[in-house]
């Protein structure tokens, strides 16, 4: 258990369908993080908050959709995606300079 | 570049060291991390480094950083089958909330 909880854990969605990744760190951590994992690139980062403001996005495609509430929440909207967007998605929380600590994941399929 | 770059695949048998080597590119990087996943789970940091030592011992880990060359490598003493998993490193960017991630390598340890 490392204090941040990804729900759910599996999602089989289709390409019409309008989901969202839930995540959730009970560290007091001011920063938090979406990572896609799949088979073609290991581990790529996808969007960075910090202080609840965006401060990185990785030129993902906006049918990925980050919302940040507040500093123990964050949230991955999803609409229209494609097969290829099938993956291991990672949500991981950070203190300022310090290292990351990492949820579960959801498994991703898209049909 | 942000690219960190590591073997792909590791295999020894139990009883042995396994070294895993890795490659990075903010020289100015602050923290470099070992981070480990086991099959359908999330990251977990192993252990990490500060940017001014050269080597952090911590019971069966060693990690060396040649700073000149832009090299980390992570030692696993005695390997055992539960060691058996994907290994990343990481970078963290001076300035930036940003943890950047090698490729991984898997680990297989045999019996």
């Known amino acids: 258990e490392t204090g941040v909880t990804q729900t759910p854990r599996h999602l089989v969605m289709g390409m019409t369908n309008k989901k969202s990744l839930k995540c959730e760190q009970h560290?007091?951590?001011?920063?938090m993080y979406w990572y896609k994992q799949s088979a073609k690139k290991p581990l790529e980062l996808m969007f960075v908050y910090s202080l609840e403001e965006r401060v990185e996005n990785n030129s993902v495609p906006s049918r990925f959709s980050p919302e940040c509430p507040n500093s123990s929440h964050l949230f991955l909207h999803l609409h229209t995606l494609q097969p290829e967007d099938s993956a291991l998605y990672l949500c991981?929380?950070?203190?300022?300079?310090?290292?990351?600590?990492f949820g579960q994941g959801t498994r991703l399929t898209v049909v | 570049g942000e690219d960190v770059e590591q073997s792909l695949f590791l295999s020894v048998r139990e009883g042995d060291s396994s070294v895993i080597n890795c490659t990075y590119t903010d020289s100015s990087s602050t923290y470099l991390y070992w981070y480990k996943q086991e099959p359908g789970a999330g990251l977990q940091l192993l252990t990490y480094?500060?940017?001014?030592?050269d080597m952090k011992q911590d019971q069966r880990l060693t990690v060396l950083l040649n700073k000149k060359d832009k090299h980390l490598s992570l030692r696993i003493a005695d390997t055992q089958t539960g060691d058996s998993a994907i290994y990343f490193c990481a970078e963290r960017f001076t300035g930036f909330q940003k943890l950047v991630f090698g490729t991984g390598t898997r680990l297989l340890v045999s019996p």
């Open positions: 480094i500060f940017s001014n030592m």
């Open positions: 560290l007091g951590h001011n920063a």
């Open positions: 991981a929380s950070s203190q300022t300079g310090f290292e990351a600590f």
